[in-house]
């Protein structure tokens, strides 16, 4: 499988990754708010109170992942793809801490930690791939790749 298969591949996984828990959010937030991300074990409710301008704010700003995420999809430049996979990080390192410094059900421990570590290495290890290309590329070093044309 080719680099840009992968990076591709991996930019699919982390949209829906988002996709899923931001359309329900926008689109129904108090059904969000109570049952996800599912109704037995419904991680959001047990931080209450219930906003639902917060819960549809929440689902929006994930959403916006979605058509960046799409755009690296079409066109995977590595600087395209480096950008959405740093806002990935930006949004799921703080996200992941925050739930690790407040754990609330310890019989979803194991569950929570690996959706909210999934995205965080899945997105690392893409940028490890951007960083490799780029190194093969001669790109790292400021020079064109060999038999580009320019001088």
Same mark, same amino acid.
């Given at each position: ?64 992942? /979605?058509?960046? *995420?799409?755009?690296? +999809? ?9 950008? @959405? &996979?740093? !806002?990935? $990080? ?12 407040? /754990?609330?059900? *310890?019989?979803?421990? +194991? ?9 965080? @290495? &899945?997105? !690392?290890? $893409? ?25």
């Amino acid at each position: 499988m080719s680099t840009t298969t992968r990076l591709r591949t991996g930019i699919v996984l982390l949209a829906l990754w988002q996709a899923g828990p931001a359309l329900w959010a926008v689109v129904s937030p108090d059904g969000f708010f109570g049952a996800f991300p599912t109704p037995d074990h419904a991680w959001v409710r047990l931080f209450p109170p219930y906003n639902e301008h917060l819960v549809r704010d929440f689902g929006l700003a994930l959403a916006q992942f /979605v058509p960046v *995420a799409a755009v690296c +999809v079409k066109w995977p430049e590595p600087v395209f793809v480096r950008a @959405v &996979l740093i !806002g990935s $990080l930006l949004f799921s390192v703080p996200h992941m801490v925050y739930h690790e410094m407040h /754990v609330v059900r *310890a019989d979803d421990l +194991v569950w929570q930690r690996l959706s909210l570590w999934f995205p965080i @290495v &899945l997105a !690392g290890w $893409l940028l490890y791939l951007t960083r490799s290309s780029r190194s093969r590329s001669g790109e790292r070093s400021g020079l064109p790749p060999s038999g580009s044309g320019r001088r």
